[in-house]
């Protein structure tokens, strides 16, 4: 089949023995190969090693192509009415524009003041959860580098165990806050998949009642032919 072997860029090993030893096993189990075909349609691609986490292996990363960022929309978090200082901050934002000729355009400006407040807010209140996540995955790569040179002191053996045990609580917070934010899209969906339900099954009663009255109105004329032929 013409395969190739696509070169990993960042590890060198891909599997260890254990996360509690400073001088574990280390070993390249995972590979990836390609066909010619398939590079010639994917010349931009990058393998990378992630990082291993609670597992004894690390992920292999396939980047087909640059991602295009978009602009950042404001999201409201639920917790946020939870924690002290909300309601101030809303407060502040709102009282400070003043009201303009155009009731709509005062509503809208202050709208746009109290989402950047409330992101500066929570930034300043929670922390950009997002970095302290890949901060922690950035530690825990340059340890894993560090592993395949040289023993790892166990003081940097037990920030690695414990940063792994807090990227993992960060990425389901994560998770969490974007299954929140993905609601408002599945109820759209929802309702689209509810009007295209209640279309095909009012066309089909539609198409049921028109058959049944075709039946009917068959049926009172083979009546009606009998009472004349009697």
């Given at each position: 089949?013409?395969?190739?072997?696509?070169?990993?860029?960042?590890?060198?090993f891909?599997?260890?023995?254990s996360?509690?030893?400073?001088?574990?096993?280390?070993?390249?189990?995972?590979?990836?190969?390609?066909?010619?075909?398939w590079?010639?349609?994917?010349?931009?691609?990058?393998?990378?090693?992630?990082?291993?986490?609670?597992?004894?292996?690390?992920?292999?990363?396939?980047?087909?192509?640059?991602?295009?960022g978009?602009?950042?929309?404001?999201?409201?978090?639920?917790?946020?009415?939870?924690l002290d200082g909300?309601?101030?901050?809303?407060?502040?934002?709102?009282?400070?524009?003043?009201p303009?000729?155009?009731p709509?355009?005062?509503?809208?400006l202050?709208?746009?003041?109290?989402?950047?407040?409330?992101?500066?807010?929570?930034?300043?209140?929670?922390?950009?959860?997002?970095?302290?996540?890949?901060?922690a995955?950035?530690?825990?790569?340059?340890?894993?580098?560090a592993?395949e040179?040289?023993?790892?002191?166990?003081?940097?053996?037990w920030?690695?165990?414990k940063?792994k045990k807090?990227?993992?609580?960060?990425?389901?917070?994560?998770?969490?806050?974007?299954?929140l934010?993905?609601?408002?899209?599945?109820?759209?969906?929802?309702?689209?998949?509810?009007?295209?339900?209640?279309?095909?099954a009012?066309?089909?009663?539609?198409?049921?009642?028109?058959?049944?009255?075709?039946?009917?109105i068959?049926?009172?004329?083979?009546m009606?032919?009998?009472?004349l032929?009697?």
């Amino acid at each position: 089949m013409e395969l190739s072997e696509i070169p990993l860029h960042g590890h060198k090993f891909t599997w260890t023995s254990s996360f509690t030893s400073a001088s574990p096993t280390l070993v390249r189990l995972d590979r990836m190969f390609c066909s010619l075909d398939w590079e010639e349609q994917f010349p931009g691609y990058l393998l990378q090693g992630g990082d291993s986490m609670d597992s004894d292996h690390c992920p292999l990363i396939l980047g087909m192509q640059d991602v295009i960022g978009s602009k950042k929309r404001f999201h409201f978090e639920a917790f946020w009415p939870s924690l002290d200082g909300f309601m101030d901050a809303v407060r502040e934002s709102w009282d400070s524009v003043q009201p303009s000729q155009c009731p709509l355009q005062t509503v809208a400006l202050k709208l746009k003041a109290t989402a950047r407040s409330l992101q500066s807010w929570s930034q300043k209140k929670c922390g950009h959860i997002k970095s302290q996540w890949l901060l922690a995955k950035e530690i825990i790569r340059q340890f894993e580098k560090a592993q395949e040179c040289r023993p790892l002191q166990p003081s940097e053996v037990w920030l690695r165990n414990k940063l792994k045990k807090h990227s993992l609580a960060l990425a389901s917070l994560l998770r969490t806050i974007a299954r929140l934010r993905s609601r408002i899209g599945w109820l759209k969906e929802g309702d689209a998949n509810t009007r295209l339900f209640h279309q095909h099954a009012r066309y089909r009663k539609k198409k049921t009642s028109s058959q049944n009255c075709k039946l009917v109105i068959s049926s009172l004329h083979g009546m009606k032919r009998r009472q004349l032929q009697s």
